[in-house]
């Protein structure tokens, strides 16, 4: 097992009715700003209820941050923060409300000219402005992480960017909002989980068998949820399974002591940048492509995924490593999520090309667990997701 350091300080609310904690979680003397998305929550009860908890407090609202959160109407969150003296955040919403609400802890401290410099220029923060979560759509781990991601249309770019300061204080997990949900964004939810699982697993062994069984065990959970929660998003017991799956998945504690990939993130966002795929359909039409291209480096953790995770007990190391990633292609295939880039866009052609570029331009030129995926076998796994 690799050394490593751990501190996770995101205070969690979980179960029914949770949202009432948030008015003991903010001080009462904040100038808050609430901050939301395209306004499902004003439909769904979650707002009144947000609300509620909060009367009689000192709350400016900041809605229409889209998904993939966007630079620019994130700017004009900042010049109200700014204007306003505020000094708590509170983001009632999915990754997107979330990470902007990051950019914006982040942004509001920045002592530099040009905000973007933070992602482009890969500036860690290590002190934003405080802020809580309400999640209303779980995914991406964000209320449990200091990460985000954000879009700049302008640029068709979409970039990373983080740091210990980044937390959330408290994040509010009240399963129950998973009922109004569509049923792509619930597939959308699993999928991404799922595969935030694989980034930190599908490596190679390194001996860290609680690691291993903590992932396994998340990836067990959502294939065992995911027909229930897809079914009846009502049954609170598979929302409650799904939602703290997703946490789990990317709150720092499997990746911790492991070798991590992440290029099938990397290369995601991009054909979200390029084409406007939801997230998590970029990461399963790139996912199956890569564990096939770099079976070599993979086939161990491979063939115990496929023993632990689907009961795959026949055969060779590699013919149960190969058919572990059928399996995981077929399981997105049972979401009704797409894996072929010619299933979203006809206009696929030069796609490799164009990211290999992206990824020179920006020195990203050695990614992966062994450091050793080049722009040029990035060409050929777009490639081969076409
Ligand atoms: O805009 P609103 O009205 O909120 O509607 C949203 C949006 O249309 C809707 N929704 C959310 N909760 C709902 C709901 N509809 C009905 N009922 C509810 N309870 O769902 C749509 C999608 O929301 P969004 O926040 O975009 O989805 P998600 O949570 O999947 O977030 C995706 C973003 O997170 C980033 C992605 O790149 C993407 O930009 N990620 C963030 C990560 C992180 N911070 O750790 C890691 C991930 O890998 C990912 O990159
Ligand atoms: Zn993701």
Redesign the pocket.
Known sequence: MNTFDFKNPTHIFFGKDSIQEIAGQIPEDAKILLL??????K??G?YQQVTTALKGRDVIEFGG?????EYAVLLQALGLIKAQKIDYLLAV???????GT?FLSAAALYEGAEPWDILKKNIRTLKGLPFGTVL???????EM?S?????RKETQE?L?MGGPGLFPQFSILDPQ??????ER?LA??IT?AF??VLEQYMTYPIGAALQDRFAESIMQTLIEVAPKVLKDPTDYVAASNFMWSCTMA?NGLIQKGVPTDWAV?AI??EL?AMYGI???RT?AIIAPSHYRFNFDDKKEKLAQYATRVWNITEGSLEEKAQKAIDKTEDFFHSLNIATRLSEYTSNYEGTAEKIAQNFTERGWVALGEHKTLTPDKVEKIVRMSY
Do not use: M, R
Not at 136 to 142: E, I, V
């Open positions: 939301y998305g395209g306004g499902n929550i439909k769904n979650i941050i889209p998904a993939n959160p919403g999915g990754g997107s409300v979330i990470d990051k209303t759509l779980p995914a991406t781990g964000s992480n990460g985000a991601v954000i879009t979409k990373a909002v998973i009922q109004s949900i569509p964004q959308n939810g991404d595969s935030h990317l993130h995601g966002h979200t939801d997230h998590a990461l």
